[in-house]
Nanobody
């Protein structure tokens, strides 16, 4: 079992930055990949960014490329999502996800999910 706890959400203005954190309860050497997803009101959950723990390769949704950066801290078993130049359309609940198994694409599917953290961007 892997428990994931997100933090760092909040209310910001367009153009501002936020950094989300996701702490994993398991040693990260056992994790294959971790990702961030988001779900806006009335919309389906969508992929945002992900990272393979070994090697550090990353993948991003087109809508966030150049603005968001996923990174990790092995010592803290934590993955981060640095979000810059935020837009109102980035408003959503952001979820952290993890997988212990090899998956063909970093977009999923993922087995473990956090509880989510709200990000609201005002115009």
């Amino acid at each position: 079992q892997v428990q994931l706890v997100e933090s760092g959400g909040g209310l910001v203005q367009a153009g501002d930055s936020l950094r989300l954190s996701c702490a994993a309860s398991t040693r990260t050497f056992s994790i294959y990949a971790m990702g961030w997803f988001r779900q806006a009101p009335g919309k389906e959950r969508e992929f945002v960014a992900a990272m393979r723990w070994r090697g550090g390769s990353t993948d991003y949704a087109d809508s966030v490329k150049g603005r968001f950066t996923i990174s990790r801290d092995n010592a803290k078993n934590t993955v981060y999502l640095q979000m810059n130049s935020l837009k109102p359309e980035d408003t959503a609940v952001y979820y952290c996800a993890a997988n212990l198994k090899i998956i063909a694409t970093m977009k999923g599917p993922y087995d473990y999910w956090g509880q989510g953290t709200q990000v609201t961007v005002s115009s």
